[in-house]
C-alpha cells in the first residue's frame, strides 16, 4: 500500500498534488477527467466516488486531485488519503497510447507535428509533470494546433494563459504561422 509522503499545492488552486513514498505505475500516466471515465480503474473510481472530485491524474509516485472549488481542502483531504492508501501498484499496466498525442496525431506524416510532440516532451511536459498535469495533443487542424491540458493542468488560470503562450512561442520556432488553442 502507498505511503503518502507529501501533499503538495499546485499553481492550480482547486488541484493538490500527492507524492507517495513507493511507484503507483511502472511509468504509465492515467487520467480521469470524469467518473465514466473512471469506471474500470479501482484507485480513480474510489477517488471520483469523493464528493467534488472532478479529476484525477497519476503517474509513477503522483496522484493529482482536482476539486470543483467548493470544498474545503483541510476536509476533502482527510477523504481522498484512505483510498490512495490502499490503492494497489499496478506495475502491469500499459500506457495508454493516446494518453499525450491522439492516434490522429502519432499517424500523421507533418513533420510539424513529430516536432512539437517531441519538445512538448523535452521541454514542456517534465514541467507540468510537476505542477500536477499533463499536455495532450489533439490535432493540427491547418496552422492552429489543438491541445488539452490534463490533471491540475486542466483547470488552472495559468494554463490557459500564461502557459499556453509559453507552448505557443515555442511552437512557433517550428512553425512561425502556428497558433496554439487550448480545448
Same mark, same amino acid.
Given at each position: 500500500?502507498?505511503?503518502? =509522503?507529501? @501533499?503538495?499545492? $499546485?499553481?492550480?488552486?482547486? !488541484?493538490?498534488?500527492?507524492? *507517495?513514498?513507493?511507484? &503507483?505505475?511502472?511509468?504509465?500516466?492515467?487520467?480521469?477527467?470524469?467518473?465514466?471515465?473512471?469506471?474500470?480503474?479501482?484507485?480513480?473510481?474510489?477517488?471520483?466516488?469523493?464528493?467534488?472530485?472532478?479529476?484525477?491524474?497519476?503517474?509513477? =509516485?503522483? @496522484?493529482?486531485? $482536482?476539486?470543483?472549488?467548493? !470544498?474545503?481542502?483541510?476536509? *476533502?483531504?482527510?477523504? &481522498?488519503?484512505?483510498?490512495?492508501?490502499?490503492?494497489?501498484?499496478?506495475?502491469?499496466?500499459?500506457?495508454?497510447?493516446?494518453?499525450?498525442?491522439?492516434?490522429?496525431?502519432?499517424?500523421?506524416?507533418?513533420?510539424?507535428?513529430?516536432?512539437?510532440?517531441?519538445?512538448?516532451?523535452?521541454?514542456?511536459?517534465?514541467?507540468?509533470?510537476?505542477?500536477?498535469?499533463?499536455?495532450?495533443?489533439?490535432?493540427?487542424?491547418?496552422?492552429?494546433?489543438?491541445?488539452?491540458?490534463?490533471?491540475?493542468?486542466?483547470?488552472?488560470?495559468?494554463?490557459?494563459?500564461?502557459?499556453?503562450?509559453?507552448?505557443?512561442?515555442?511552437?512557433?520556432?517550428?512553425?512561425?504561422?502556428?497558433?496554439?488553442?487550448?480545448?
Amino acid at each position: 500500500m502507498p505511503k503518502i =509522503k507529501e @501533499i503538495e499545492r $499546485t499553481p492550480n488552486p482547486d !488541484a493538490m498534488r500527492f507524492v *507517495l513514498g513507493e511507484p &503507483l505505475t511502472n511509468g504509465v500516466t492515467k487520467s480521469f477527467e470524469n467518473s465514466g471515465e473512471a469506471e474500470h480503474d479501482e484507485l480513480a473510481k474510489a477517488l471520483f466516488d469523493i464528493e467534488h472530485v472532478i479529476n484525477v491524474y497519476y503517474v509513477d =509516485k503522483y @496522484i493529482t486531485v $482536482t476539486q470543483d472549488g467548493n !470544498a474545503v481542502w483541510s476536509e *476533502l483531504l482527510r477523504k &481522498l488519503a484512505p483510498p490512495i492508501r490502499e490503492a494497489k501498484p499496478q506495475m502491469d499496466l500499459t500506457e495508454d497510447e493516446e494518453v499525450h498525442a491522439t492516434k490522429e496525431v502519432q499517424d500523421s506524416d507533418d513533420p510539424r507535428l513529430v516536432q512539437i510532440n517531441q519538445m512538448l516532451d523535452e521541454q514542456v511536459r517534465p514541467y507540468l509533470l510537476a505542477d500536477g498535469g499533463g499536455l495532450k495533443v489533439l490535432g493540427l487542424d491547418g496552422n492552429r494546433l489543438k491541445v488539452h491540458y490534463q490533471g491540475a493542468c486542466g483547470t488552472c488560470p495559468t494554463a490557459t494563459s500564461g502557459t499556453l503562450y509559453a507552448i505557443e512561442s515555442m511552437v512557433k520556432r517550428i512553425d512561425p504561422e502556428i497558433q496554439v488553442i487550448s480545448v
